[in-house]
Nanobody, 119 residues
Framework: QVQLVESGGGLVQAGGSLRLSCAAS????????MGWYRQAPGKEREFVAA???????????NYTDSVKGRFTISRDNSKNMVYLQMNSLKPEDTAIYYC?????????WGQGTQVTVSS
């Protein structure tokens, strides 16, 4: 069982920045595929970014088109943490952001953190 706990959400003006953090449990975190999803009111949950294990010490990051160049996903395996640095935020980025971890064939989710971007 893997537990994920997000933090770092809040209210920010358009053009501002936030950094989301996700703390994960487990002794083999370095091999987890980690990602961020978001869900805006009245919309389905959508993929934002992921950082996937390729081989020891090597990871691959990818992003949905709407956040490329503005968001950066990273991880610190020594702390079992994954981050989402969000810059140049737009009102359309407003959503609940969820941390996702894939371990083998099992998906784990955090409880979500609210990000609100005012215009």
């Amino acid at each position: 069982q893997v537990q994920l706990v997000e933090s770092g959400g809040g209210l920010v003006q358009a053009g501002g920045s936030l950094r989301l953090s996700c703390a994960a449990s487990g002794r083999t975190f370095s091999s987890y595929n980690m990602g961020w999803y978001r869900q805006a009111p009245g919309k389905e949950r959508e993929f934002v970014a992921a950082i996937r294990w390729i081989r020891t010490g090597t990871y691959y990051a990818n992003y949905t088109d709407s956040v490329k160049g503005r968001f950066t996903i990273s991880r610190d395996n020594s702390k079992n943490m994954v981050y989402l640095q969000m810059n140049s935020l737009k009102p359309e980025d407003t959503a609940i952001y969820y941390c996702n971890g894939v371990v083998g064939a099992i998906n784990y989710w955090g409880q979500g953190t609210q990000v609100t971007v005012s215009s």
